[in-house]
């Protein structure tokens, strides 16, 4: 077993690293502050849009997975380019991943929020 501290310790300090990535993000990361800022106004929203806690749940649980996946572009973003400035096709394409997988978390928002909103307002 690998040494360190363990019980409320070990939840303290990792809600710590948590909280300094969240920071690191909103400094160095446009993106990020963008979908967090776009996530602040849509959430509550959601309480207004969705009917019942479910409902609810998806619209802001969609927000919360562009988010998540917003974090770990980033972190990806920050590893390859702390290898090199050299161009590498496996960097790029890892690069080029993680964009995509930003854009299929948005897109998720857009289908989520979209099938809602056409249900309440349109139908």
Known sequence: MKPGRTGLSR????????W???VAACRHEAAFRQELLLA???AP???WLGQGAVERAVLIGSLLVVL????????LEAVVDR?????????GRAKDMGSAAVFVSLA??????????WERIIA
Do not use: C, P, Q, R
């Open 20 to 22: 300094k990535g969240l």
């Open 83 to 91: 290898i090199g400035d050299e161009w590498n096709e496996l960097a």
């Open 45 to 47: 929203a959601a309480f």
């Open 40 to 42: 602040l106004v849509m």
């Open 68 to 75: 998540v996946t917003e974090l770990l572009n980033s972190a």
């Open 11 to 18: 939840i303290l300090h990792a809600a710590g690293y948590s």
């Open 108 to 117: 998720l928002v857009v289908i989520v929020w979209g099938l809602l909103l």
